[in-house]
Protein backbone atom coordinates (compact mmCIF):
# COMPACT_ATOMS: atom_id res chain seq x y z
CA UNK A 1 0.00 0.00 0.00
CA UNK A 2 2.77 2.50 0.42
CA UNK A 3 4.29 1.82 -2.81
CA UNK A 4 0.65 2.73 -4.13
CA UNK A 5 0.86 6.15 -1.88
CA UNK A 6 -1.52 5.00 1.13
CA UNK A 7 0.27 5.56 4.69
CA UNK A 8 -1.04 2.93 7.16
CA UNK A 9 -1.22 4.69 10.56
CA UNK A 10 -3.08 1.97 12.05
CA UNK A 11 -3.30 -1.51 10.92
CA UNK A 12 -7.16 -2.30 11.32
CA UNK A 13 -7.81 0.15 8.55
CA UNK A 14 -6.79 -2.38 5.68
CA UNK A 15 -9.36 -4.68 6.86
CA UNK A 16 -11.60 -2.08 6.99
CA UNK A 17 -11.04 -0.19 3.24
CA UNK A 18 -12.71 -3.70 2.44
CA UNK A 19 -16.29 -2.83 3.91
CA UNK A 20 -16.05 1.19 2.72
CA UNK A 21 -19.04 1.86 1.69
CA UNK A 22 -19.31 5.91 1.54
CA UNK A 23 -16.56 7.87 0.97
CA UNK A 24 -16.74 11.45 1.72
CA UNK A 25 -14.19 13.23 0.00
CA UNK A 26 -13.09 16.76 -0.15
CA UNK A 27 -12.96 18.63 -3.69
CA UNK A 28 -10.45 20.94 -3.56
CA UNK A 29 -6.86 19.52 -4.13
CA UNK A 30 -8.49 15.89 -3.91
CA UNK A 31 -10.64 15.48 -6.74
CA UNK A 32 -8.62 18.81 -8.40
CA UNK A 33 -5.17 19.52 -9.18
CA UNK A 34 -5.62 22.09 -6.26
CA UNK A 35 -4.10 24.82 -8.90
CA UNK A 36 -6.76 27.80 -9.37
CA UNK A 37 -6.81 30.34 -12.55
CA UNK A 38 -8.55 33.16 -13.02
CA UNK A 39 -10.81 32.28 -16.64
CA UNK A 40 -13.02 34.93 -16.35
CA UNK A 41 -13.87 38.88 -14.45
CA UNK A 42 -17.38 40.01 -14.56
CA UNK A 43 -17.33 43.99 -13.70
CA UNK A 44 -19.73 45.53 -11.72
CA UNK A 45 -20.27 47.75 -14.51
CA UNK A 46 -21.01 44.51 -16.58
CA UNK A 47 -18.40 44.00 -18.72
CA UNK A 48 -17.13 40.22 -19.71
CA UNK A 49 -13.50 40.04 -19.81
CA UNK A 50 -11.47 36.85 -20.63
CA UNK A 51 -8.33 36.15 -18.48
CA UNK A 52 -5.60 33.43 -20.54
CA UNK A 53 -3.18 30.99 -18.79
CA UNK A 54 -2.60 27.84 -16.97
CA UNK A 55 -1.70 27.00 -13.60
CA UNK A 56 -0.28 29.54 -10.94
CA UNK A 57 2.12 31.11 -13.26
CA UNK A 58 1.29 34.42 -14.07
CA UNK A 59 2.18 33.94 -18.31
CA UNK A 60 -1.34 35.09 -19.93
CA UNK A 61 -2.87 38.32 -20.75
CA UNK A 62 -6.83 39.54 -19.90
CA UNK A 63 -8.83 39.73 -23.07
CA UNK A 64 -11.65 42.19 -23.96
CA UNK A 65 -13.27 40.88 -26.98
CA UNK A 66 -10.86 38.46 -27.59
CA UNK A 67 -7.69 41.52 -27.66
CA UNK A 68 -5.35 41.53 -25.37
CA UNK A 69 -5.70 45.29 -22.62
CA UNK A 70 -3.81 46.77 -20.34
CA UNK A 71 -5.41 47.56 -17.12
CA UNK A 72 -5.27 51.44 -17.74
CA UNK A 73 -7.59 51.12 -20.24
CA UNK A 74 -10.62 49.94 -17.63
CA UNK A 75 -10.33 51.74 -14.29
CA UNK A 76 -12.53 49.57 -12.76
CA UNK A 77 -10.39 46.61 -13.33
CA UNK A 78 -7.46 48.18 -12.44
CA UNK A 79 -9.27 48.62 -8.58
CA UNK A 80 -10.42 44.80 -9.27
CA UNK A 81 -6.53 43.83 -9.01
CA UNK A 82 -5.91 46.10 -6.44
CA UNK A 83 -8.07 44.77 -4.16
CA UNK A 84 -7.05 41.04 -5.38
CA UNK A 85 -3.39 41.60 -4.24
CA UNK A 86 -4.22 43.87 -0.87
CA UNK A 87 -6.97 41.25 0.20
CA UNK A 88 -4.23 38.29 0.17
CA UNK A 89 -2.48 36.40 2.52
CA UNK A 90 -0.11 34.68 -0.18
CA UNK A 91 3.61 35.09 -1.24
CA UNK A 92 3.87 34.99 -4.91
CA UNK A 93 7.71 35.50 -6.53
CA UNK A 94 9.89 34.91 -9.24
CA UNK A 95 13.03 32.97 -8.76
CA UNK A 96 15.76 30.99 -10.44
CA UNK A 97 13.89 31.36 -13.75
CA UNK A 98 10.65 30.15 -12.35
CA UNK A 99 8.07 31.32 -9.72
CA UNK A 100 7.68 30.06 -5.93
CA UNK A 101 4.11 30.92 -4.14
CA UNK A 102 2.68 30.27 -0.98
CA UNK A 103 -0.35 30.47 0.74
CA UNK A 104 -4.07 29.82 -0.01
CA UNK A 105 -4.58 28.47 -4.00
CA UNK A 106 -7.24 31.63 -4.31
CA UNK A 107 -4.89 33.80 -2.75
CA UNK A 108 -1.95 32.27 -5.05
CA UNK A 109 -4.38 32.80 -8.13
CA UNK A 110 -5.30 36.47 -7.67
CA UNK A 111 -1.45 37.10 -7.50
CA UNK A 112 -0.86 35.92 -10.88
CA UNK A 113 -3.97 37.12 -12.65
CA UNK A 114 -3.23 40.23 -10.38
CA UNK A 115 0.31 40.45 -12.22
CA UNK A 116 -0.81 39.55 -15.35
CA UNK A 117 -2.15 42.96 -15.36
CA UNK A 118 0.96 44.58 -13.78
CA UNK A 119 0.04 44.59 -10.40
CA UNK A 120 2.82 42.76 -7.52
CA UNK A 121 1.35 42.38 -3.54
CA UNK A 122 5.01 44.05 -2.76
CA UNK A 123 4.13 47.17 -4.84
CA UNK A 124 0.70 47.09 -3.95
CA UNK A 125 1.57 47.41 0.01
CA UNK A 126 4.51 50.03 -0.13
CA UNK A 127 1.36 52.47 -1.96
CA UNK A 128 -1.17 51.11 0.79
CA UNK A 129 0.51 49.56 3.84
CA UNK A 130 -2.22 47.03 5.54
CA UNK A 131 -3.42 48.36 9.32
CA UNK A 132 -5.13 45.20 10.06
CA UNK A 133 -7.18 42.29 8.83
CA UNK A 134 -10.00 40.12 9.49
CA UNK A 135 -8.79 36.66 8.17
CA UNK A 136 -10.88 34.63 5.86
CA UNK A 137 -12.71 31.99 7.91
CA UNK A 138 -15.17 29.15 6.44
CA UNK A 139 -17.81 30.61 8.81
CA UNK A 140 -17.39 34.07 7.74
CA UNK A 141 -16.88 33.03 4.29
CA UNK A 142 -15.55 36.10 3.26
CA UNK A 143 -11.58 38.30 4.18
CA UNK A 144 -11.30 41.90 4.28
CA UNK A 145 -8.32 43.98 4.50
CA UNK A 146 -7.56 47.57 5.63
CA UNK A 147 -5.58 49.83 4.23
CA UNK A 148 -4.89 53.63 3.49
CA UNK A 149 -5.98 55.49 0.37
CA UNK A 150 -5.53 58.85 -0.51
CA UNK A 151 -5.47 59.67 3.27
CA UNK A 152 -8.38 57.97 4.00
CA UNK A 153 -8.83 54.19 5.51
CA UNK A 154 -10.41 51.60 3.12
CA UNK A 155 -11.36 48.06 3.12
CA UNK A 156 -10.68 45.31 0.60
CA UNK A 157 -12.64 42.46 0.51
CA UNK A 158 -13.27 38.88 -1.12
CA UNK A 159 -15.28 35.98 -0.44
CA UNK A 160 -18.36 34.24 -1.67
CA UNK A 161 -21.10 36.38 -3.67
CA UNK A 162 -24.07 36.40 -1.35
CA UNK A 163 -21.72 37.41 1.67
CA UNK A 164 -20.14 39.83 -0.29
CA UNK A 165 -23.24 41.46 -2.26
CA UNK A 166 -24.66 41.75 1.43
CA UNK A 167 -22.09 43.96 2.02
CA UNK A 168 -22.58 46.23 -0.94
CA UNK A 169 -24.94 49.44 -1.87
CA UNK A 170 -26.85 48.14 -4.69
CA UNK A 171 -30.54 48.47 -5.69
CA UNK A 172 -32.20 45.31 -5.13
CA UNK A 173 -32.49 45.00 -9.24
CA UNK A 174 -28.65 45.10 -9.32
CA UNK A 175 -28.19 42.86 -6.33
CA UNK A 176 -30.33 40.06 -8.66
CA UNK A 177 -28.30 40.95 -11.46
CA UNK A 178 -24.98 40.12 -9.81
CA UNK A 179 -26.42 36.66 -8.56
CA UNK A 180 -27.92 35.66 -11.68
CA UNK A 181 -24.35 36.60 -13.56
CA UNK A 182 -22.56 34.62 -10.08
CA UNK A 183 -24.61 31.70 -10.50
CA UNK A 184 -24.50 31.76 -14.71
CA UNK A 185 -20.27 31.50 -14.20
CA UNK A 186 -21.24 28.85 -11.21
CA UNK A 187 -23.24 26.26 -13.56
CA UNK A 188 -20.00 26.12 -16.32
CA UNK A 189 -18.03 24.95 -13.19
CA UNK A 190 -16.65 28.46 -12.06
CA UNK A 191 -15.33 28.99 -8.63
CA UNK A 192 -16.89 32.62 -8.05
CA UNK A 193 -15.59 34.98 -5.55
CA UNK A 194 -16.75 38.32 -5.12
CA UNK A 195 -14.76 41.67 -4.82
CA UNK A 196 -15.76 44.88 -3.36
CA UNK A 197 -14.15 48.10 -1.65
CA UNK A 198 -15.07 51.08 0.51
CA UNK A 199 -13.79 53.68 2.84
CA UNK A 200 -14.70 52.95 6.62
CA UNK A 201 -16.55 55.35 8.75
CA UNK A 202 -14.20 56.09 11.00
CA UNK A 203 -10.22 55.50 11.27
CA UNK A 204 -9.25 51.86 12.12
CA UNK A 205 -6.55 51.15 14.34
CA UNK A 206 -4.47 48.06 14.40
CA UNK A 207 -5.05 47.35 17.79
CA UNK A 208 -8.87 47.57 17.53
CA UNK A 209 -10.95 44.82 16.65
CA UNK A 210 -11.75 45.41 13.12
CA UNK A 211 -15.44 47.14 12.06
CA UNK A 212 -17.80 44.96 9.82
CA UNK A 213 -17.48 45.84 5.91
CA UNK A 214 -20.64 47.76 4.97
CA UNK A 215 -21.83 50.25 2.44
CA UNK A 216 -19.06 48.53 -0.45
CA UNK A 217 -18.87 49.81 -3.89
CA UNK A 218 -19.11 46.00 -5.41
CA UNK A 219 -16.16 45.67 -7.97
CA UNK A 220 -16.58 42.85 -9.95
CA UNK A 221 -16.86 38.70 -9.54
CA UNK A 222 -13.87 36.66 -10.42
CA UNK A 223 -14.48 33.05 -11.89
CA UNK A 224 -11.83 30.98 -11.35
CA UNK A 225 -11.31 27.19 -12.60
CA UNK A 226 -9.55 24.28 -10.78
CA UNK A 227 -9.24 21.58 -13.36
CA UNK A 228 -9.84 17.83 -12.27
CA UNK A 229 -6.81 15.08 -11.22
CA UNK A 230 -5.81 13.35 -14.01
CA UNK A 231 -7.58 10.17 -13.75
CA UNK A 232 -10.44 11.05 -11.15
CA UNK A 233 -13.24 10.07 -13.02
CA UNK A 234 -11.89 6.69 -13.20
CA UNK A 235 -11.40 6.81 -10.01
CA UNK A 236 -15.05 7.74 -8.96
CA UNK A 237 -16.57 4.84 -11.86
CA UNK A 238 -14.31 2.21 -10.32
CA UNK A 239 -16.02 3.34 -7.04
CA UNK A 240 -19.11 2.97 -8.18
CA UNK A 241 -18.56 -0.42 -9.59
CA UNK A 242 -16.96 -1.46 -5.91
CA UNK A 243 -20.18 -0.66 -4.73
CA UNK A 244 -19.07 2.59 -3.02
CA UNK A 245 -21.09 5.72 -2.73
CA UNK A 246 -18.69 8.91 -3.23
CA UNK A 247 -19.68 12.26 -1.82
CA UNK A 248 -18.15 15.41 -2.63
CA UNK A 249 -17.44 18.27 0.09
CA UNK A 250 -16.98 21.47 -0.67
CA UNK A 251 -17.12 25.24 0.18
CA UNK A 252 -18.07 26.07 -3.37
CA UNK A 253 -21.39 27.39 -4.14
CA UNK A 254 -23.93 24.91 -4.70
CA UNK A 255 -24.36 25.84 -8.25
CA UNK A 256 -20.63 25.19 -9.11
CA UNK A 257 -20.54 21.84 -6.97
CA UNK A 258 -23.66 20.09 -9.12
CA UNK A 259 -21.49 21.60 -12.28
CA UNK A 260 -17.90 20.07 -10.65
CA UNK A 261 -19.60 16.64 -9.14
CA UNK A 262 -21.24 15.93 -13.15
CA UNK A 263 -18.06 16.63 -14.43
CA UNK A 264 -16.78 13.96 -12.34
CA UNK A 265 -19.26 11.73 -13.81
CA UNK A 266 -21.22 11.36 -10.55
CA UNK A 267 -25.54 10.95 -11.45
CA UNK A 268 -26.36 14.02 -9.13
CA UNK A 269 -29.75 16.33 -9.48
CA UNK A 270 -30.04 19.65 -7.72
CA UNK A 271 -31.98 17.79 -4.72
CA UNK A 272 -29.43 15.95 -3.94
CA UNK A 273 -27.30 18.94 -3.16
CA UNK A 274 -26.93 19.90 0.37
CA UNK A 275 -25.67 23.08 2.16
CA UNK A 276 -23.90 23.74 4.96
CA UNK A 277 -27.05 26.01 6.41
CA UNK A 278 -29.64 23.37 5.31
CA UNK A 279 -27.36 21.03 7.40
CA UNK A 280 -27.50 23.11 10.46
CA UNK A 281 -31.27 23.26 10.01
CA UNK A 282 -31.90 19.52 10.10
CA UNK A 283 -31.55 17.12 12.77
CA UNK A 284 -29.17 14.35 13.05
CA UNK A 285 -32.40 12.10 12.82
CA UNK A 286 -33.29 13.77 9.30
CA UNK A 287 -29.96 14.33 8.31
CA UNK A 288 -29.57 10.12 8.57
CA UNK A 289 -32.73 9.52 6.99
CA UNK A 290 -31.54 11.68 3.79
CA UNK A 291 -27.95 10.69 3.55
CA UNK A 292 -28.47 8.37 0.87
CA UNK A 293 -30.05 10.62 -1.22
CA UNK A 294 -26.93 13.55 -1.07
CA UNK A 295 -24.02 13.37 -3.15
CA UNK A 296 -23.05 16.81 -2.62
CA UNK A 297 -22.90 19.24 0.42
CA UNK A 298 -21.54 22.97 -0.50
CA UNK A 299 -20.80 25.40 1.34
CA UNK A 300 -19.76 23.53 4.08
CA UNK A 301 -17.52 24.50 7.01
CA UNK A 302 -15.09 21.84 8.24
CA UNK A 303 -16.43 21.62 11.33
CA UNK A 304 -20.00 19.99 9.38
CA UNK A 305 -17.97 17.17 8.39
CA UNK A 306 -18.68 15.55 11.50
CA UNK A 307 -22.10 15.92 11.70
CA UNK A 308 -21.76 14.48 7.86
CA UNK A 309 -19.76 11.69 9.54
CA UNK A 310 -22.19 10.97 12.44
CA UNK A 311 -25.32 10.62 9.85
CA UNK A 312 -23.64 8.49 7.34
CA UNK A 313 -22.83 6.09 10.25
CA UNK A 314 -26.57 6.12 11.78
CA UNK A 315 -27.74 5.52 8.21
CA UNK A 316 -25.65 2.02 8.24
CA UNK A 317 -22.59 3.45 5.92
CA UNK A 318 -18.85 2.36 6.74
CA UNK A 319 -17.76 5.64 6.04
CA UNK A 320 -14.35 7.06 4.91
CA UNK A 321 -13.69 10.64 5.22
CA UNK A 322 -11.00 12.61 3.77
CA UNK A 323 -9.35 15.91 5.64
CA UNK A 324 -6.31 18.37 6.21
CA UNK A 325 -7.46 21.09 8.34
CA UNK A 326 -6.92 20.98 12.50
CA UNK A 327 -11.05 21.57 12.06
CA UNK A 328 -11.32 17.92 10.64
CA UNK A 329 -10.08 16.29 13.26
CA UNK A 330 -13.04 15.24 14.98
CA UNK A 331 -14.39 14.07 12.00
CA UNK A 332 -11.20 12.23 10.77
CA UNK A 333 -11.26 10.24 14.56
CA UNK A 334 -15.42 9.35 14.29
CA UNK A 335 -15.02 8.07 10.49
CA UNK A 336 -14.77 4.33 10.10
CA UNK A 337 -11.51 5.37 8.69
CA UNK A 338 -10.33 8.95 8.70
CA UNK A 339 -7.75 9.65 5.54
CA UNK A 340 -5.64 12.37 5.94
CA UNK A 341 -3.68 14.45 3.15
CA UNK A 342 0.08 13.54 3.06
CA UNK A 343 0.72 17.41 1.62
CA UNK A 344 -1.19 19.43 2.30
CA UNK A 345 -2.68 18.07 5.73
CA UNK A 346 -1.32 19.20 9.26
CA UNK A 347 -0.20 17.28 11.81
CA UNK A 348 -3.13 17.13 13.76
CA UNK A 349 -5.10 15.49 11.17
CA UNK A 350 -2.23 13.32 10.43
CA UNK A 351 -2.18 12.12 13.84
CA UNK A 352 -6.69 12.09 13.82
CA UNK A 353 -6.34 9.65 10.99
CA UNK A 354 -5.96 5.96 10.18
CA UNK A 355 -4.55 6.18 7.07
CA UNK A 356 -2.65 9.06 5.04
CA UNK A 357 -2.72 9.59 1.25
CA UNK A 358 1.01 10.81 0.42
CA UNK A 359 -0.54 12.54 -3.09
CA UNK A 360 -3.39 14.12 -1.66
CA UNK A 361 -5.33 12.09 -5.05
CA UNK A 362 -8.59 10.85 -4.79
CA UNK A 363 -7.29 8.36 -6.93
CA UNK A 364 -5.14 7.06 -4.66
CA UNK A 365 -7.97 6.06 -1.84
CA UNK A 366 -9.00 3.85 -4.34
CA UNK A 367 -5.76 2.40 -4.83
CA UNK A 368 -5.69 1.88 -0.78
CA UNK A 369 -9.66 -0.05 -1.05
CA UNK A 370 -8.22 -2.22 -3.79
CA UNK A 371 -4.74 -2.98 -1.71
CA UNK A 372 -6.75 -3.15 1.81
CA UNK A 373 -9.57 -5.93 -0.32
CA UNK A 374 -6.45 -8.25 -1.87
CA UNK A 375 -5.08 -7.70 1.80
CA UNK A 376 -8.08 -9.01 3.52
CA UNK A 377 -8.80 -11.85 0.62
CA UNK A 378 -5.28 -13.37 1.52
CA UNK A 379 -5.80 -13.40 4.98
CA UNK A 380 -8.69 -15.42 4.57
CA UNK A 381 -6.76 -17.38 2.13
CA UNK A 382 -4.51 -18.37 4.36
CA UNK A 383 -6.87 -18.94 7.42
CA UNK A 384 -8.55 -21.40 5.16
CA UNK A 385 -5.48 -23.08 4.24
CA UNK A 386 -4.39 -23.32 7.70
CA UNK A 387 -7.49 -23.95 9.49
CA UNK A 388 -8.77 -26.63 6.81
CA UNK A 389 -5.65 -28.76 6.26
CA UNK A 390 -5.32 -28.91 10.32
CA UNK A 391 -9.00 -30.05 10.51
CA UNK A 392 -7.81 -32.86 7.97
CA UNK A 393 -5.19 -34.43 10.47
CA UNK A 394 -7.79 -34.39 13.21
CA UNK A 395 -10.34 -36.01 11.24
CA UNK A 396 -7.37 -38.51 10.12
CA UNK A 397 -6.36 -38.88 13.85
CA UNK A 398 -9.37 -39.37 14.94
CA UNK A 399 -10.70 -41.90 12.55
CA UNK A 400 -7.73 -43.85 13.83
CA UNK A 401 -8.91 -43.26 17.43
CA UNK A 402 -12.44 -44.57 16.84
CA UNK A 403 -11.75 -47.58 14.60
CA UNK A 404 -9.10 -48.72 16.78
CA UNK A 405 -5.87 -48.46 14.16
CA UNK A 406 -2.64 -47.55 14.98
CA UNK A 407 -1.67 -44.32 14.30
CA UNK A 408 -1.64 -42.84 11.17
CA UNK A 409 1.39 -40.13 12.02
CA UNK A 410 3.90 -39.96 14.05
CA UNK A 411 3.99 -36.25 16.45
CA UNK A 412 7.39 -35.66 14.04
CA UNK A 413 5.76 -36.04 10.97
CA UNK A 414 2.84 -34.35 12.39
CA UNK A 415 5.09 -31.39 13.02
CA UNK A 416 6.97 -31.49 9.74
CA UNK A 417 3.59 -31.14 7.75
CA UNK A 418 2.61 -28.47 9.59
CA UNK A 419 5.98 -26.41 10.15
CA UNK A 420 7.79 -27.05 7.22
CA UNK A 421 5.60 -28.18 3.86
CA UNK A 422 2.65 -25.63 5.06
CA UNK A 423 4.59 -23.32 6.54
CA UNK A 424 6.27 -22.68 3.73
CA UNK A 425 3.33 -22.29 1.33
CA UNK A 426 0.73 -20.50 3.99
CA UNK A 427 3.61 -17.64 3.55
CA UNK A 428 3.32 -17.98 -0.08
CA UNK A 429 0.05 -17.32 -0.21
CA UNK A 430 -0.38 -14.11 1.29
CA UNK A 431 1.56 -12.53 -1.57
CA UNK A 432 -0.77 -13.95 -3.74
CA UNK A 433 -1.88 -10.92 -6.34
CA UNK A 434 -5.47 -9.74 -6.51
CA UNK A 435 -8.03 -11.12 -8.28
CA UNK A 436 -9.34 -9.11 -11.98
CA UNK A 437 -13.05 -8.68 -9.82
CA UNK A 438 -11.64 -7.43 -7.11
CA UNK A 439 -13.31 -3.31 -7.50
CA UNK A 440 -16.14 -5.05 -9.01
CA UNK A 441 -17.55 -6.47 -5.94
CA UNK A 442 -20.14 -5.07 -3.26
CA UNK A 443 -18.23 -3.74 -0.09
CA UNK A 444 -18.07 -6.96 2.47
CA UNK A 445 -20.61 -6.39 5.29
CA UNK A 446 -18.91 -5.06 8.65
CA UNK A 447 -20.25 -7.28 11.10
CA UNK A 448 -19.36 -10.20 8.65
CA UNK A 449 -17.46 -12.61 10.41
CA UNK A 450 -13.83 -13.96 8.53
CA UNK A 451 -15.65 -17.92 9.01
CA UNK A 452 -18.43 -17.19 7.70
CA UNK A 453 -21.06 -19.44 5.87
CA UNK A 454 -18.89 -20.15 3.20
CA UNK A 455 -15.48 -20.35 5.17
CA UNK A 456 -17.34 -23.29 7.43
CA UNK A 457 -18.70 -25.29 4.34
CA UNK A 458 -15.11 -24.83 2.76
CA UNK A 459 -13.57 -25.98 5.71
CA UNK A 460 -15.92 -28.92 6.37
CA UNK A 461 -15.76 -30.42 2.75
CA UNK A 462 -11.90 -30.11 2.30
CA UNK A 463 -11.24 -31.17 5.99
CA UNK A 464 -13.96 -34.53 5.10
CA UNK A 465 -12.29 -35.20 1.57
CA UNK A 466 -8.12 -35.35 2.63
CA UNK A 467 -8.52 -36.75 5.87
CA UNK A 468 -11.14 -39.43 5.22
CA UNK A 469 -9.55 -40.06 1.97
CA UNK A 470 -5.98 -39.81 3.94
CA UNK A 471 -7.85 -42.36 6.68
CA UNK A 472 -8.95 -44.54 3.99
CA UNK A 473 -5.66 -44.97 1.98
CA UNK A 474 -3.48 -45.73 5.13
CA UNK A 475 -6.43 -48.65 6.58
CA UNK A 476 -5.87 -49.95 2.65
CA UNK A 477 -2.47 -49.82 2.80
CA UNK A 478 -2.33 -51.50 6.25
CA UNK A 479 -4.62 -54.66 5.30
CA UNK A 480 -2.63 -55.12 2.44
CA UNK A 481 0.15 -56.18 4.57
CA UNK A 482 2.10 -52.91 4.37
CA UNK A 483 4.38 -52.41 7.25
CA UNK A 484 3.16 -49.40 9.60
CA UNK A 485 6.25 -47.12 8.44
CA UNK A 486 5.78 -47.60 4.97
CA UNK A 487 2.48 -46.66 5.57
CA UNK A 488 2.62 -44.37 7.62
CA UNK A 489 5.39 -43.00 4.85
CA UNK A 490 3.37 -43.05 2.05
CA UNK A 491 0.05 -41.40 4.29
CA UNK A 492 2.59 -38.49 4.92
CA UNK A 493 3.43 -38.36 1.32
CA UNK A 494 -0.18 -38.07 0.35
CA UNK A 495 -0.64 -35.35 3.04
CA UNK A 496 1.88 -33.32 1.28
CA UNK A 497 0.39 -33.85 -1.62
CA UNK A 498 -3.02 -32.80 -0.47
CA UNK A 499 -1.42 -29.69 0.70
CA UNK A 500 0.08 -28.91 -3.01
CA UNK A 501 -3.37 -29.85 -4.32
CA UNK A 502 -5.26 -28.05 -1.61
CA UNK A 503 -3.52 -24.95 -2.18
CA UNK A 504 -4.74 -23.95 -5.94
CA UNK A 505 -8.29 -24.09 -4.22
CA UNK A 506 -6.77 -21.53 -1.75
CA UNK A 507 -6.69 -19.54 -4.54
CA UNK A 508 -9.59 -18.01 -4.92
CA UNK A 509 -12.71 -18.62 -2.98
CA UNK A 510 -15.52 -17.37 -6.17
CA UNK A 511 -12.76 -18.48 -9.41
CA UNK A 512 -12.17 -22.09 -10.54
CA UNK A 513 -8.70 -23.06 -10.16
CA UNK A 514 -8.70 -23.77 -14.31
CA UNK A 515 -8.75 -20.14 -14.67
CA UNK A 516 -5.78 -19.10 -12.16
CA UNK A 517 -2.74 -19.67 -13.88
CA UNK A 518 0.02 -20.85 -11.70
CA UNK A 519 2.43 -18.44 -13.16
CA UNK A 520 0.44 -15.84 -12.05
CA UNK A 521 1.57 -16.15 -8.68
CA UNK A 522 5.23 -16.78 -9.01
CA UNK A 523 5.99 -16.36 -5.15
CA UNK A 524 3.19 -19.07 -4.02
CA UNK A 525 4.61 -21.42 -7.35
CA UNK A 526 8.37 -21.53 -5.66
CA UNK A 527 6.90 -21.78 -1.81
CA UNK A 528 4.79 -24.89 -3.51
CA UNK A 529 7.79 -26.24 -5.66
CA UNK A 530 10.09 -25.53 -2.45
CA UNK A 531 8.05 -27.46 0.17
CA UNK A 532 7.42 -30.50 -2.42
CA UNK A 533 10.99 -30.54 -2.69
CA UNK A 534 12.05 -30.48 0.42
CA UNK A 535 9.82 -33.60 1.47
CA UNK A 536 11.00 -35.17 -1.53
CA UNK A 537 14.45 -34.80 -0.05
CA UNK A 538 13.55 -35.86 3.20
CA UNK A 539 12.50 -39.07 1.54
CA UNK A 540 15.97 -40.47 0.05
CA UNK A 541 18.29 -38.49 2.55
CA UNK A 542 19.70 -40.85 5.45
CA UNK A 543 18.93 -37.70 8.30
CA UNK A 544 15.49 -37.20 6.82
CA UNK A 545 14.98 -40.91 6.71
CA UNK A 546 16.22 -41.10 10.23
CA UNK A 547 14.37 -38.44 11.76
CA UNK A 548 10.96 -38.60 9.89
CA UNK A 549 10.91 -42.65 9.44
CA UNK A 550 10.39 -41.98 5.69
CA UNK A 551 11.38 -43.90 2.75
CA UNK A 552 11.55 -43.57 -1.00
CA UNK A 553 7.98 -44.36 -2.56
CA UNK A 554 7.49 -46.88 -6.01
CA UNK A 555 6.56 -45.39 -9.19
CA UNK A 556 3.31 -47.24 -9.00
CA UNK A 557 2.81 -45.58 -5.35
CA UNK A 558 3.08 -41.77 -6.83
CA UNK A 559 0.25 -42.38 -9.32
CA UNK A 560 -1.75 -43.62 -6.72
CA UNK A 561 -1.25 -41.27 -4.00
CA UNK A 562 -1.41 -38.67 -6.88
CA UNK A 563 -4.66 -39.78 -7.80
CA UNK A 564 -5.96 -39.30 -4.62
CA UNK A 565 -4.92 -36.02 -3.85
CA UNK A 566 -6.84 -34.70 -6.97
CA UNK A 567 -9.84 -35.78 -4.95
CA UNK A 568 -9.95 -32.42 -2.76
CA UNK A 569 -9.19 -30.46 -5.98
CA UNK A 570 -12.42 -31.80 -7.69
CA UNK A 571 -14.57 -31.66 -4.30
CA UNK A 572 -13.13 -28.22 -4.07
CA UNK A 573 -14.40 -27.58 -7.77
CA UNK A 574 -17.98 -29.30 -6.98
CA UNK A 575 -18.48 -26.92 -4.23
CA UNK A 576 -18.29 -24.15 -5.89
CA UNK A 577 -20.27 -24.52 -8.78
CA UNK A 578 -22.75 -25.71 -6.02
CA UNK A 579 -22.19 -22.45 -4.23
CA UNK A 580 -22.52 -20.06 -7.42
CA UNK A 581 -25.51 -21.96 -7.80
CA UNK A 582 -27.21 -21.40 -4.56
CA UNK A 583 -25.79 -17.52 -4.61
CA UNK A 584 -27.06 -16.96 -8.51
CA UNK A 585 -23.78 -15.96 -9.39
CA UNK A 586 -21.38 -16.80 -12.46
CA UNK A 587 -20.12 -20.19 -13.26
CA UNK A 588 -16.46 -20.90 -11.63
CA UNK A 589 -15.30 -21.82 -14.50
CA UNK A 590 -16.73 -18.36 -16.07
CA UNK A 591 -16.13 -16.02 -13.61
CA UNK A 592 -14.27 -13.42 -14.64
CA UNK A 593 -13.63 -13.97 -18.10
CA UNK A 594 -17.48 -12.50 -18.47
CA UNK A 595 -16.81 -10.02 -16.47
CA UNK A 596 -13.48 -9.07 -17.83
CA UNK A 597 -15.13 -8.89 -21.38
Keep these: MARRGVIVRKLAAVEGLGSCTLVATDKTGTLTCNELTVREVRLADGQRLDVTGEGFAPAGAVLRDGAAIDRSEIPLLDQLARAAVLCNEADFHARDGGWVWRGDAVDVAFLSFA ?17 TEIPFEPERQFAASFHPVDGEDFVFVKGAPERVLAMCELSPEEAQRQTAAAE ?11 LAAGPVSHSVDAAEVPPHPAGLTLLGLAGMIDPLRPGVREAVQSCGAAGVRVCMVTGDHRITALAIARDLGLDVSPSQVVTGAELEARSAEEMAGTIGDVVVFARVA ?32 NANIGVAMGRSGTDVAREAAELVIS ?40 LAVVTGSPLPLLPVQLLWLNLVTNGIQDVALAFEPGEEDVLRRKPRPPRERIFNQLMIERTVVAAAVIGGVGFGAFHGMLNAGMPEDSARSALLL ?23 SPLRSPILLAGTLTAFLIHVAAMHLPIGRAVLQTEPAAPQMWAVLVGLALTVFAAMELHKLSWAKRRGTPHPLLRGKERDA
Excluded at 184 to 194: D, F, K, P, Y
Aim: glycine letters at 8%.
Design 359 to 398: DDNFATIISGIEEGRIAYDNVRKVIYLLVSTGAAEIVLVM
Design 115 to 131: HKLGWSREGALDAHPQI
Design 184 to 194: EMGARGLRVLA
Design 494 to 516: LMVLFENVHIANCRSETKSAFLL
Design 302 to 333: PQQKLQIVEAARKAGHFVAVTGDGVNDAPALR
